[in-house]
């Protein structure tokens, strides 16, 4: 009799049921001091804007959100999806936000960035070549850093500038505090 079979008699004990799916995104996530300083941000927002803030180990830019996956289909996508012939670059977050529909609090672009245009759009055509379904609506780059938060005017708020080495696909994980997220894997951009 199989393993599974077995658990099913109660011979043996299951462990932790695997999840059949998981909620997967591309991401850029920040390293340690890109992280403080959206952090900072983050504390600056919500004297003014209250809600709830992100925490520190969940910041992170969305590149494509591809809901959930099966989880058997996650190592095929990680091996691939490819290198892409994309260099790293920097990205200027100068512009603080509130969405009322939402309520979300966020840090974001004042000038749109080519390269991270060029980055989604490169990722996109992967994933519809590997028949992987995503969010296709636009893509409005933003960090988010509080939930549920009422607003007001916007605070002068100082720049934070990201110098953006690679991406990387992240598995979400709800749980009481809010998501927890598992980085599945790195992608370099090429450094100059
Ligand atoms: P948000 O911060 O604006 O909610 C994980 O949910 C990440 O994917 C978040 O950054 C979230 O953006 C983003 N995301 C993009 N499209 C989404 C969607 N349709 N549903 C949930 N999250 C989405």
Known sequence: MTESGLAETGLIESGPAKPATR???????????????????????HQHWGGRRMRADTLHLTLVFLGE????QIDALLQSIQDIPIGAF????????????????????????QTLESLVRALRDQLRTLDI????????????????????AAPECLPVNWGVDRFVLVASNPQADG??????????LATQ
């Open 69 to 72: 996956l099966p989880a058997a």
């Open 90 to 113: 920097e990205l200027n977050l100068d512009q603080t936000g509130h969405w009322p529909h939402n309520r979300i609090g966020w840090l974001g672009l004042s000038q749109p960035s």
């Open 133 to 152: 379904p995503f969010d296709a609506r636009p893509h409005t780059p933003h960090i988010t850093l509080l939930r549920k938060a009422p607003g007001g």
């Open 179 to 188: 998501a927890h997220y598992d980085v599945l894997q790195t992608w370099r």
């Open 23 to 45: 909620r997967l995104f591309f991401a850029l996530w920040p390293d340690d001091a890109t992280r403080n300083a959206l952090n900072r941000t983050g504390k600056w927002l």
